[in-house]
């Protein structure tokens, strides 16, 4: 997908899940586009308030296969539990493995087999350490019609994107996973390396 075109709604529906009903909306710059950005917006949303939103990176490991290699999963579970809550939005963007996609993200596992951190791997293969665009989501969020944000998330990223936008960041509401054996080197790396906010 080329980001550099416009992002438009191609497609919405209706869909009931475990956390109630969502319209699901579909956004690309063609309506062919096989692997759109995603947007989850609960059925009883009220625009007037600020809305809890979670901005959440593709991971085909975490997301669909529960992997316990990253936190990736529990956190888009945590999020759905905290939006639906909150009556709230999910923005899901095609940006797998920081950006890198599926196929580099196993050579990068690889690496971290032989003793590399994930910044060192990425780096390794001659990769960005971290490759995502997530002023894409404002671009969701302004066609959606929201104005104040209360925004899920422990990435300092994800927070400045909002500095110069007409949107507003109204609070940041800490998404917290208890670190488990597979994955307590992977935060520390997040946390450590990479400034996100977490405490452990």
Known sequence: M????????????????????????????HPD????????????IDFNQPVLIRIHSECITGDL???KRCDCGEQLLSAMDKISDENG???????????????????AYQLQDLGLDTVEANLHL????????FTIALALLSDIGVKKVKLLTNNPDKIEIFNESAIELVERVPLVI???????????????????ILKF
């Open 65 to 67: 296969f529960s992997s």
């Open 89 to 107: 939005i999910l923005i899901y963007l095609r940006q797998e493995g920081r950006g890198i996609g599926i196929i580099n993200k196993l050579k």
């Open 2 to 29: 080329q980001e550099s075109k416009p992002i438009i709604r191609q497609a919405e529906a209706l869909i009931p899940t475990p956390w109630g009903n969502y319209n699901l909306l579909a956004y690309a710059s």
């Open 126 to 133: 001659g990769l960005s350490i971290d490759a995502r665009d």
């Open 33 to 44: 586009e096989w692997m759109p950005h995603l947007a989850l917006v609960h059925e009883n």
């Open 178 to 196: 208890v670190p488990q054996e597979e994955n307590k080197d992977y935060l520390r790396v997040k946390k450590e390396r990479m400034g996100h």
